[in-house]
């Protein structure tokens, strides 16, 4: 059970508690002391801004039967008497144990496949989905943007959500009758132990990047959050990694697991050659190592784009191969995928005139590196201009914003810099932060078309805050020949202001302007 361990006989142990929550009889686990009600177990969990053991009184006042912690206060010890106290080294992971034994293990029902990494695992995720779908079986997904049971699909809050959410989407993918499950292993869940308590069959591993030092504070800390998914692999589970990464050898040394290696036109236990890339996708020769395929391997032809997401479908086809699939059954199912929402997605459109553009892609791309490349994919299938419009969160790691700066600057032919979701931070703050990472900064000048202050900081980035106006700006601009990516927020609906959510889709927003843009020109 790990460091989980009760510390006094007096108490009630944890394998008691544990008995009890599988039992037909098992009370509700709640990690918030405001659910509780009569009879509940409450864990008091160490989250990311409170600490679930300030609020015990709370959950006992509300009636919790049993609690869970990692130290019991003085305040709390008179009240033994009215609740049942256990004590563990880690009630993060306790909660997971005991969340999977209440919904009955429904993990121990399911092969489990999982990716983490700062980039590609929506993609990844979403690749193993519809190779298993191919293959005539029902595949679970827990992502970023979905929650897919098999026979319902529900938009996601989390990333990786809740120990309580993830035993609960399990279950309803084992009635469902999904035999596999995919996940996005977030490396907040993974230092916050949500995923204690499932199998793995196999792990992915994409790269890792400048991102979430907010809460991990350094690069060494958030390596490690990635590498405790790979730590707790059995021997006979496998560790998928890529080896066009420096920071997957670190987590090899620190695996039992079997390891496949994956690589992009480098020899690798999976690897693959890229026969041809142009605007409307990609095609693509995959081989593994211990296959009997010979000559070109297996073709895969895909409209995903860009060298990135080749390398995100051998990651794919690892897992794949992990769970028993063979190589052309994989090759069909990763050709059959045609979109993921909100990455590198192509604006459906089909324009006249000489402003008219038919390539305008929305991408997810929040980090300097996944910016990258994005735009040094766009980069050499554009015969006109790249023209970018982007912006960093609020509330987040501010180390990134100047470095995506640079990175727009060195690949993008006309940047406008604009606001993405800013929380509580100020705006015109985070846009500040953003520009300073810009070579070049000259006097800024009055855009009288808008309604905020648009400004020209050199001969081809623009400051618009308002996000609306500044992809409006970059439709207008463009040519037919030109690209437009509006990147930071994908798939999202939503923009946070403050601490309010308000609508806001980049891709409505994008559609509206093409199809006005459309209605003048015909």
């Excluded at 958030?222 to 890529?242: D, G, I, Q, R």
């Excluded at 391997?297 to 051998?314: A, C, F, K, M």
């Excluded at 703050?429 to 800024?444: H, L, N, Q, T, V």
């Amino acid at each position: 059970m790990g460091q989980i361990q009760n510390k006094t006989r007096k108490l009630m142990t944890f394998d008691e508690l544990l008995e009890l929550v599988s039992s037909g009889k098992a009370p509700n686990i709640r990690l918030d002391s405001r659910l509780v009600k009569a009879g509940d177990v409450f864990i008091a969990v160490p989250g990311t801004i409170h600490d679930g053991h300030e609020f015990i009184d709370e959950a006992v006042a509300n009636g919790a039967k049993y609690i869970v912690c990692q130290n019991l206060e003085s305040s709390h010890e008179s009240r033994v008497t009215s609740h049942e106290t256990v004590i563990v080294g880690n009630s993060s992971e306790a909660a997971a144990l005991l969340t999977q034994a209440s919904k009955g293990y429904p993990a121990s029902k399911l092969t489990n496949l999982a990716v983490t990494g700062t980039n590609g695992k929506t993609t990844i995720a979403f690749l193993v989905r519809s190779v298993i779908q191919q293959a005539s079986q029902k595949c679970g997904l827990i992502g970023t943007i979905i929650y897919d049971t098999g026979s319902s699909v529900s938009e996601a809050c989390l990333t990786t959500p809740s120990c309580l959410d993830v035993a609960r989407v399990q279950d309803q993918m084992v009635k469902a009758g999904s035999k596999y499950m995919i996940i996005e292993a977030s490396s907040h869940s993974l230092a916050q132990d949500r995923l204690a308590g499932i199998d793995f069959k196999a792990t992915a591993f994409t790269n890792l990047s400048g991102d979430h030092l907010d809460y991990h504070k350094t690069k060494e800390d958030y390596l490690a959050a990635k590498t405790k998914l790979f730590e707790k692999l059995s021997p006979n589970a496998v560790a998928v990694l890529n080896k066009q990464s420096p920071q997957a050898q670190y987590i090899a040394r620190r695996t039992r697991a079997k390891i496949l290696w994956y690589a992009v036109d480098e020899p690798a236990d999976i690897s693959a050659h890229i026969e041809s890339m142009n605007i409307s996708g990609t095609i693509f020769a995959v081989k593994f190592s211990e296959s009997r395929v010979t000559g070109h391997g297996s073709r895969v032809t895909t409209p995903l784009l860009g060298r990135y997401n080749v390398s995100n479908h051998l990651a794919a086809a690892g897992l794949c191969l992990a769970a028993g699939f063979d190589l052309d059954t994989i090759a069909t199912g990763l050709s059959a995928l045609q979109a993921i929402p909100g990455r590198l997605e192509k604006i459906s459109y089909s324009g006249r005139g000489p402003r008219a553009t038919s390539h305008v892609f929305i991408d997810y791309a929040h980090t300097d590196d996944a910016l990258k490349n994005v735009l040094e994919t766009l980069k050499p299938l554009c015969r006109g201009r790249l023209i970018l419009v982007f912006g960093c969160g609020g509330d987040r790691d501010r180390t990134k914003r100047p470095r995506m700066a640079k990175v727009a600057e060195d690949l993008a032919d006309i940047v406008i810099v604009t606001s993405d979701n800013p929380r509580t931070e100020n705006p015109q703050a985070i846009i500040d932060e953003i520009i300073a990472g810009f070579d070049s900064r000259e006097s800024c000048m009055v855009n009288r078309e808008s309604s905020h202050e648009s400004r020209t900081t050199n001969h081809k980035t623009t400051i618009e805050p308002d996000r609306k106006m500044a992809i409006e700006l970059a439709i207008r601009i463009a040519t037919r020949d030109d690209i437009v990516l509006i990147a930071g927020k994908g798939h999202e609906n939503y923009q946070i202001i403050g601490s309010q959510r308000f609508h806001f889709s980049d891709k409505e927003v994008a559609q509206e302007l093409l199809l006005r843009e459309r209605r003048t020109t015909i």
